[in-house]
């Protein structure tokens, strides 16, 4: 549960609008760039337990409207309460994770990079190293 927390929260998506690919007006999910490449993160043991309840908390809101699609439990038209409020609870626990609270998709976009930047940084860099002579080479 705990990774369905994280792949539904408001961190996560804002991550997955900016770095997608588009078809029309859809979105195309990539694992090898969007879910590889998030940069999840490091939470307390309580916090991730906090998460999984939370997450949990969004299933449950969902199962109380079983008739609905997914479409019309996400329009923010006529989101049900219930469910607004769990994906906000999961919101506040994702970013508490995180060690910050956001004010826009923006700030979280551009928290995620340099989080990105710091987690990958050592992968592109060039090293040189001075190549030792084998013995008796001429």
């Known amino acids: 549960k ?3 927390g994280i792949i539904t929260s408001t961190m996560h998506m804002a991550w997955m609008r900016y770095i997608c690919g588009r ?5 195309r999910y990539s694992s090898s760039l969007v879910y590889n ?3 999840w993160p490091e939470p307390t043991e309580k916090q991730r337990m906090d998460i999984e309840e939370a997450a949990q908390g969004v299933l449950d809101a969902r199962a109380k409207f079983p008739e609905a699609s997914l479409a019309d439990l996400y329009d ?3 989101m049900p309460p219930a469910l607004a409020k769990a994906h906000q609870k999961l919101d506040r626990l994702v970013e508490k994770a995180y060690g910050k609270a ?12 340099e989080r990105y ?3 990958t940084g050592d992968l592109f860099t060039e090293t040189k190293t001075k190549r030792k002579k084998a013995r008796g080479a001429t």
């Open 117 to 119: 930047k710091e987690l």
């Open 102 to 113: 956001f004010a826009s998709d923006a700030e979280r976009v551009a928290f995620l990079f």
């Open 37 to 39: 490449n998030f940069p």
């Open 23 to 27: 078809l029309k007006s859809d979105y």
């Open 2 to 4: 705990y990774e369905f």
């Open 76 to 78: 923010p038209d006529t």
